[in-house]
């Protein structure tokens, strides 16, 4: 059952769609390869996404890689910064940092805010945490507003 914050996400995320094409989808194909899943969100201030340690991300030393945790937070900041803009936007710089390490079998919940937003670029941040309320990383972002027609986007 989806609750009240999912809902009014949803219809936001239908009327941003509406306008950025046949093409576009959401939640992107990315997101839904991670098996993400949306927990809350406060209209255009804050996003919560979970998703399970799943063994297509594991490192060597079975942890997860890096480059998995900062899709993770990409796929925190993606459908955010698109919500806070009211439009397509673009990730213009990603950074993260480690914290600790998270093993398969784990579930990793990002929590994405913005910190401020302009009427061409966002800052959003957020912290990742393992089903142990851990701190697993940080990241902060920029996203560029893309004022797109949806013949644009071919």
């Known amino acids: 059952m989806m609750n009240d914050s999912l809902a009014v996400l949803q219809k936001e995320m ?13 939640p992107p194909n990315c997101f839904l ?7 809350s969100y406060e ?7 979970a998703m399970p340690v799943l063994e297509e991300s594991l490192n060597p030393m079975r942890t997860m890689q890096g480059g998995f945790l900062l899709a993770a ?12 803009a009211r439009a397509p936007c673009v990730t213009t710089n990603l950074n993260a940092q480690f ?7 784990d579930r990793l919940t990002v929590h994405a805010r913005v910190a401020s937003r302009g009427a061409q670029m966002l800052h959003m ?8 309320n851990k701190l697993v990383g940080v990241a902060t972002a920029g996203a560029t507003v893309m004022r797109l027609s ?3 986007l071919k």
């Open 99 to 105: 914290i600790r390490t998270i093993t398969p079998g």
């Open 125 to 132: 941040t957020a912290e990742a945490f393992n089903s142990k």
């Open 150 to 152: 949806s013949k644009s």
């Open 43 to 49: 209209s255009r201030l804050s996003l919560v996404v």
């Open 73 to 84: 937070f990409d796929n925190a900041f993606g459908p955010l910064s698109y919500l806070a």
């Open 14 to 26: 239908d009327d941003i769609m509406r306008h950025a094409g046949s093409e576009a989808t959401f």
């Open 33 to 39: 390869a991670m098996k993400a899943e949306f927990v």
